[in-house]
């Protein structure tokens, strides 16, 4: 069963414009929620966990237990964070990570 | 340090034919991890080692078999490739915090 979705395949904004990347999980025991980035031609790398509620880049993303959604939002996309992001799902001591399909982030002049 | 590398970086097989994905990292970490990349899928947890001398299976084991041969490396092993096997391969690692999964720079492998 799909753990992650990641509805949008492909998201196009101009530079300045918000963004938002959604994010729903299905899980029965309490998540531990990620997202990762892959810039163009470097390696998979953890952008943000919702445990340490912090911004990084400017993006944050708040878990929505009600809702079971992790979106990742920035008020003003730079041209710079265009890249493919994933959501990711830990199992309990994380022995398990489960990657939705991802979304490439395209951000415009 | 080198974190997370993976040899070799591309490969074309052979349906029938046989080959290992080598991962070592420098990271002291106790955990690792092989992953595939297809398109609209994300990446799949193949199988999954949390401590030397132990693996367990992830969401897609069938047609693979790993080997963690000491904190360091864990190989992953296609015993007779298919076409579906066709993908890109992905190590990770991560530390006793789990938080954080550090990845290689992936293995691009063709079963024609």
């Known amino acids: 069963a799909q753990r992650v979705t990641q509805p949008e395949k492909l998201l196009s904004v101009f530079k300045g414009a918000p963004v938002e990347l959604k994010c729903n999980y299905s899980?029965?025991?309490?998540?531990?929620l990620f997202w990762y980035v892959q810039y163009s031609r470097q390696r998979l790398q953890l952008l943000l966990r919702h445990i340490s509620r912090e911004s990084i880049k400017g993006f944050t993303a708040d878990l929505n237990k009600g809702e079971t959604s992790f979106h990742l939002k920035k008020p003003f996309a730079q041209e710079e964070d265009s890249a493919m992001y994933y959501c990711a799902l830990g199992e309990y001591n994380f022995n398990k990570f489960y990657f939705g399909s991802g979304t490439k982030l395209n951000v415009k002049p | 340090n080198a974190g997370v590398t993976q040899t070799p970086k591309f490969q074309v097989l052979k349906t029938g034919q046989s080959m290992t994905l080598q991962c070592a990292q420098d990271?002291?970490?106790?955990?690792m991890y092989w992953y595939r990349q297809d398109p609209g899928m994300g990446l799949r947890l193949i199988y999954y080692s949390a401590s030397e001398g132990t693996t367990d299976k992830g969401e897609v084991p069938n047609g693979y078999n790993v080997s963690r041969l000491n904190k360091r490396e864990f190989s992953l092993r296609l015993e007779s490739a298919a076409p579906s096997q066709t993908s890109v391969y992905f190590c990770?690692?991560?530390?006793?915090?789990?938080?954080?999964?550090?990845f290689g720079p992936g293995t691009r492998l063709t079963v024609t």
């Open positions: 899980y029965s025991g309490s998540p531990e």
């Open positions: 990770a690692s991560s530390g006793d915090d789990y938080y954080e999964q550090y």
């Open positions: 990271m002291n970490h106790n955990s």
